[in-house]
């Protein structure tokens, strides 16, 4: 089938990371993030899909939660049905389920339905969206606080093994985790998590875990590799990092892509979630070009700053249960 005018009609030529059991498929570096389909709409959302996929994205990551999972496997499906991709197999697709469902007898039914919503036969990675269970319910957040439950990770794992076992996923791991939480996972684990899918930015540099993971042999996947938005600042300490902008003046860059490739240097892929057609392909002109040693140790001096804990997910008011906060929180300690 011949390409749509504009589009590439080829293959993306994006580097990935090998994850999972040996023989297990890479991680492509660079993937777009879902979660903005609230922000746009599903219309504009489809186009945002086309557009990366045009541009080479070969990794879409989605979730139960974001409501993104319909309007992804329409696009796949109109990608491949365009020429844009050979098939839907060229695509690297992920998806998590949310803590609502993080029980074990809701893990396999919330894949059986992601695939329904993304109309595919299997995903190439489930995730544990968060280390934390909540009284079943349709997938939403902010969460009540006293809804949270004690998590059963050794029941959540074997299901998610499960899904792994029955094909639906080509690899298993897990999202928001910290050293200590892997830790207790990988006692338990037949199939260890190929992936572990956390906030990894200059500000937020996850030395320790990062560590961990590498001796572990699980990917790290970066989320908000720019910074993201918050509900309480105006302020991206990302993008307005005097130390990036010095760097990206000096590299003629832009501060994004200094960012991303410092993330690519650690070995971690990344999901960005821009939706600007200029910033999509920026996202991705990363890769010919390098961090001098210099840059490097500017950006390891720079004082961290994490965006996300567990109070982001939950609702400013209620009272804690029986489960400690501390206990499901994503900051590294």
Request: glycine share 8%; net charge neutral; proline share 6%.
């Amino acid at each position: 089938m011949a390409s749509p005018p504009g589009s590439s009609g080829r293959r993306s030529t994006t580097p990935g990371f090998p994850a999972g059991l040996p023989g297990g498929r890479a991680v492509p570096a660079v993937g777009l993030g879902t979660s903005s389909v609230r922000s746009v709409g599903e219309d504009g959302f489809r186009g945002t899909l086309m557009t990366a996929l045009e541009l080479g994205y070969r990794h879409i990551d989605a979730a139960s939660v974001y409501g993104s999972e319909r309007v992804v496997g329409e696009a796949v499906a109109g990608a491949a049905r365009r020429g844009v991709i050979a098939s839907r197999e060229e695509v690297f697709v992920t998806t998590k389920v949310w803590c609502t469902h993080s029980h074990p007898d809701l893990v396999l039914p919330s894949l059986r339905e992601s695939l329904q919503n993304l109309q595919m036969e299997y995903v190439d990675l489930y995730l544990v969206h968060w280390p934390m269970s909540v009284k079943p319910t349709k997938p939403h957040y902010p969460m009540r606080r006293e809804d949270i439950v004690p998590m059963n990770l050794r029941g959540v794992w074997q299901a998610m093994e499960e899904c792994h076992r029955l094909g639906l996923s080509k690899m298993i791991g897990v999202s928001n985790f910290t050293t200590k939480k892997l830790q207790e996972l990988l006692t338990i684990a037949k199939i260890p998590p190929a992936v572990n899918q956390v906030e990894l930015n200059p500000v937020w540099q996850q030395k320790k875990l990062m560590e961990f993971c590498k001796e572990k042999g699980i990917h790290v996947t970066a989320y908000q590799p720019l910074g993201g938005q918050h509900r309480t600042s105006t302020i991206n300490p990302v993008m307005h990092s005097d130390v990036l902008k010095e760097i990206a003046e000096a590299k003629e860059k832009s501060v994004a892509q200094i960012s991303l490739r410092w993330v690519y240097e650690q070995g971690a892929s990344m999901v960005t979630t821009s939706t600007k057609p200029e910033r999509l392909k920026e996202n991705t002109e990363i890769f010919d070009w390098q961090l001098t040693e210099e840059d490097r140790l500017k950006i390891s001096e720079i004082p961290q700053h994490k965006r996300v804990s567990v109070l982001s997910i939950l609702c400013p008011d209620g009272v804690s249960g029986v489960v400690d906060l501390s206990e499901v929180d994503v900051v590294e300690v």
